[in-house]
């Protein structure tokens, strides 16, 4: 076709679908007739059950437990299994946030914080080196509500889940947020 020629051809573009890409597409049919065509079926991914909170058994000699924050080791990428040996440098930990999380009292006297150079003196000064093997995780989980104590979601008050897992990257159905990892630690 020249430029000088008249283009015959629609200005809009149109697509054809076959008839069974149609049919699956929108479910019925490309044209008028009559024939009934069934829906395709809606295929929805399960939902896992959540399990109910695991017991968590009384601290033997020479263990301690430990708090990790969840967007710490988001941020990190960090990653620890049951069985690994650690060596972590350690503060005293936040164990009324822990408190106000766990529906079941535990006390977590140690978080491995990589932000140390955010702390202060006195909070430096609970620092503490702990060597051992990691004998169990317990991945953490809450739901947040809207609190008009605070003004904006909090954790739902002694709430929070407590899922045994093999790794910190192991993680089990819940409900709400992972909110951290209490990991014990056999020196």
Known sequence: MSPSEPDDRPSR????LPRLLWKRLFGGLSD????PVSAAPILRTP????????????LA???????????????????????EHITWTLYE????????????PRTVPLQRDTYDHERSEEELSTRRDLSGVVVRIDQVSVRFVDSER??????????????????????????GTITGWIVRIRS
Do not use: M, N
């Open 13 to 16: 573009s149109h697509v054809v």
């Open 32 to 35: 008028t007739s009559s024939e």
């Open 47 to 58: 939902t896992p059950s959540v399990a109910s909170e695991d017991a968590v058994p009384a």
């Open 61 to 83: 000699d020479g263990e301690t437990d430990v708090w990790l924050t969840e967007w710490q080791v988001d941020e990190d990428g960090f990653d620890v299994a049951v069985g």
């Open 93 to 104: 930990s936040d164990q009324p946030w822990i408190d106000e999380i766990l529906t079941v």
């Open 150 to 175: 605070y003004g904006y979601s909090a954790p739902e008050t002694h709430a929070g889940q407590q899922h045994t897992v093999s790794s910190l990257s192991a993680r089990r159905p819940h409900h």
